[in-house]
Every structure is written in structure tokens, then in C-alpha cells.
């Protein structure tokens, strides 16, 4: 079994930055991808960000520029720093785990979840 788990989460104001953190554990033997994903009251779960084991990143066009996906593979974690945050940046983030090294932006391609973490940006 696979434990994933979010931490870094809160209220900002408009601006500030963030960064969330997720943790694996478990059977995580093999390679694997990451990615973050969030969603907004009333919305749909969006993709975020992405990042495989070696290193490949991808972004959602609403964040280039401002979030920055990385991971530390001794430590099983990866990071979500979010920069010049938006009203619109507020939602539950989700981070996922995926048993393959193409990442994807596709949410039911990933096999493991945490259970998200609140990010509320104030205006």
C-alpha cells in the first residue's frame, strides 16, 4: 500500500508565496511520477503540475511562470512552490503518485492520492 500526504497548506494574501509538500511511503519500489492537481469550489479537479523521476516537468499554462514542481527522491517527497499567488490559485490541492515515468496531465492516470490540502489566496 501507498500513503500519500500533503502538508504546507493555509490562507495568503495576494502575492505571496507557498509551498505545499508531499510525502510517499509505502510500496513505492520502481520508478514513479508526481503531479498536483487542485480544485476550486464549484469546479472540476484541473491539473496542475507534473514531475517524473527523472526530472521531466509539466505545467498547467495558468501557472508557468509562477509554480516551480520539484522532488527529492531520497526523501520520497515532492514540493509545490507556488509564487506571485492569485485569488484564483484558491482551491484543495491534491497531490498524486504515479507508477510510470511519463508523467500525466490526466487525473485517472494516477493511482495514488492524498487527501488534499486547502490553499485560500485573499484579494
Known amino acids: 500500500q501507498v500513503q500519500v500526504v500533503e502538508s504546507g497548506g493555509g490562507l495568503v494574501h495576494t502575492g505571496d508565496s507557498l509551498t505545499l509538500s508531499c510525502a510517499v511511503s509505502g510500496r513505492t519500489s520502481g520508478s514513479y511520477s508526481m503531479g498536483w492537481f487542485r480544485q476550486a469550489p464549484g469546479k472540476e479537479r484541473e491539473f496542475v503540475a507534473a514531475?517524473?523521476?527523472?526530472?521531466?516537468?509539466n505545467y498547467t499554462d495558468s501557472v508557468k511562470g509562477r509554480f516551480i514542481i520539484s522532488r527529492d527522491n531520497a526523501k520520497s517527497t515532492v514540493y509545490l512552490q507556488m509564487n506571485t499567488l492569485k485569488p484564483e490559485d484558491t482551491a484543495v490541492y491534491y497531490c498524486?503518485?504515479?507508477?510510470?515515468?511519463?508523467?500525466?496531465?490526466?487525473?485517472?492516470?494516477?493511482?495514488?492520492w492524498g487527501a488534499g490540502n486547502q490553499v485560500t489566496v485573499s484579494s
Open positions: 514531475r517524473s523521476w527523472s526530472g521531466s516537468t
Open positions: 498524486a503518485a504515479k507508477r510510470t515515468v511519463i508523467i500525466s496531465t490526466f487525473a485517472h492516470e494516477y493511482d495514488y
